[in-house]
Structures are given as C-alpha cells and as structure tokens.
C-alpha cells in the first residue's frame, strides 16, 4: 500500500503519472475505455472546505468507472469521538482508496499510518501533492520539460513546499521571495534540496520579489492567509509589497507563465489584471487536477492498468 503525504512520494514515477495525465486529457475516450475503478470506491474526508479538489476528485473518479463518496468530517465519527486511527481500520475493510483535507498534517500521516488501502493527502497545513501534480502537469503542457526558472512569490506555505519539490524532481530552478519570518518549513527545503542535488535544480530563497520574477518563465502565488490561519490578524500586513501586479510581472520573461492554486483573492495576492491577463493558465491549472488525480489513483489502486498506459505511453512517445 503506498500513501501520497507529499509529491515525493511519487518522485519515481511522477513524469509518467503525468504524461498519462496529458493523454487522457487529450482523448476522454481513453479513461472511458479502460475503466480502471470499476467495481472500486473511493473515500474522500473533508475538515475543510473545497471546491476545485473535491469536485475534481468525484468527477474523475466517475469518469474511471469507480464510486466515489465525500465524507464531511461534522457528518461522520471522526468528527465526534472516534479517533483517526479507528477510522481507518474500519473504512479500509470498505473503500479501495481514501483522500484527506486536515488542518494538521500529522493527522493524514496518521490516517495512512493505520489504513490498509492508500491515503491521498487531499492539502493540509504542510503539504498539496494533488496540487503540485496539477501544477507541474500545467507547466509541462505550457513550456516542456526544458531548464525553466519559476518564481514564488508570497507565503513559505503548504502549496510551496510540493512546488518546491516537484520542480527539483524536474531539475527546474525555484526561487521563492517571502517576507522574513514567513520561510517554507527547512525539513522541506533540505529534503527538496537533497533531490536537487541529483537534478540539477538551483534552489534560491530571497526577501526581494523583484529578485525572484527577473527572467522567470512562470510566476506563481498563493494567499496570504490559508486556511486554518485567519485568527492570524496581523499577518496580511507582512505582506506588503508582495502582490504579484502588473509592475512586477513585467520584470519577467514575456511569454512568462501565472499560476494561483485558487482560491484567489483577488486585489489581495494577485491582480485583476494579471489573473485576466493572457499570460494567465489559472483555470487551465484547475482542470489540470481532474486528469492528474485520475493518473495518480490509478497508479495507486490498479498498477497493473497504470502500468498498460505505461506501455502504450512508450508506444506513442
Ligand atoms: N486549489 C485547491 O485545492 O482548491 P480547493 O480548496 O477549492 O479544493
Ligand atoms: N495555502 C492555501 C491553499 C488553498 C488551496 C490553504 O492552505 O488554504
């Protein structure tokens, strides 16, 4: 049974989950044709609320032929006394595959400690795989898989830190500009950079937003404030200078990419005018987590098709 905490739980297999990811967007047909859920269902617990994750995981795993169920924590004994642990024995004897949005990562950790089937970590305070698949999947339709430079700019966050690590399994350089006192989580960083080491990633943290767009080939922010953190009051104000606006996006390269996980808040982190602009693959990068979460629960719950796809992938490319 393997669990996806973070993306680098796929790291080996990550550039094929996605190639297989850009296939089956390019062709429905060929989900519709292999059905690889048939006859398996898929549990998804929400703690928090969601649009683009939950919506897009239901939806693929529909169009795989499988069932899925959301689980809202308030509906269920988890949010009452029954503890992760019992949670998990009792709903790995029904489901094939688990998903988990929480606040505290230990607890997904938790979950997949004590679950026979995989759990997919659907966010938490610490990680997004599922958001870094979609984003590097967006990013290698829009640019290829040549050295590419992409700009953080904004909060050391959850959102960062798979970003983080899916550009080094790429071998592509990140530079992440946050206000001091707002730095990605250093067993994150160490953990990216050890991958790097091997790829050839150059990792780069900076105060200076400016400094981290100069010639990037994709920009990309977050909100300030996550989930989880609005009884944090003061915090937006650390953040000036750090919206990503028409002033500092023209320091990038032209044909520069923008990318926002959504929500955005819109006047806060990012403006109107770059949200809307063309450079802006925003809603390309939502879809993009539909057919990269149908990749990645294939992988984890009927290899032996994921493993087919594999070989007509070899075929085709
Ligand atoms: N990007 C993302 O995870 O969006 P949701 O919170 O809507 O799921
Ligand atoms: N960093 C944000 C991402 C939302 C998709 C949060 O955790 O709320």
Redesign the pocket.
């Known amino acids: 049974m393997n669990s996806v905490l973070s993306i680098d739980d796929l790291s080996e297999d990550l550039e094929q989950i996605l190639q297989w990811a850009i296939t089956m967007k390019s062709d429905d047909e060929i989900a519709a044709d292999f059905f690889p859920l048939m006859n398996m269902s898929i549990g998804s617990i929400y703690e928090k609320?969601?649009?683009?994750?939950?919506v897009s995981f239901e939806v693929g795993i529909n169009k795989l032929g499988g069932n899925s169920l959301t689980l809202l924590k308030g509906d269920i004994q988890l949010g009452k006394s029954e503890t992760i642990a019992d949670t998990a024995r009792v709903l790995s004897r029904y489901l094939d595959a688990m998903t988990y949005r929480c606040y505290s990562h230990s607890d997904v950790a938790e979950l997949a400690n004590n679950s026979k089937v995989p759990v997919i970590n659907a966010?938490s305070d610490k990680h997004?795989p599922c958001?870094a698949a979609a984003d590097l999947m967006t990013i290698i339709e829009k640019k290829g898989m040549e050295k590419l430079k992409i700009a953080w700019v904004g909060d050391g966050n959850n959102v960062l830190h798979d970003l983080m690590l899916a550009a080094s399994i790429f071998g592509f350089d990140i530079t992440w500009a946050v206000p001091k006192g707002y730095e990605p989580d250093s067993e994150v960083v160490n953990r990216s950079e050890i991958i790097a080491e091997k790829t050839g990633s150059k990792l780069i943290e900076t105060n200076d937003p400016v400094d981290a767009v100069k010639n990037a080939d994709v920009i990309y922010t977050d909100v300030f404030v996550s989930m989880g953190e609005e009884h944090l009051d003061n915090k937006m104000n650390d953040f000036s200078g750090f919206q990503v606006n028409e002033e500092l996006v023209s320091k990038a390269k032209e044909d520069y990419i923008f990318m926002h996980?959504?929500?955005a808040h819109r006047g806060e982190e990012v403006t109107d005018y770059v949200m809307d602009s063309k450079n802006s693959v925003v809603f390309d990068q939502a879809e993009n987590r539909m057919w990269s979460q149908m990749s990645i629960l294939t992988y984890l719950v009927n290899r032996p098709a994921w493993e087919t796809y594999s070989q007509l992938l070899e075929i085709n490319y």
């Open positions: 609320p969601s649009t683009r994750t939950r966010l997004h958001q996980c959504l929500p």
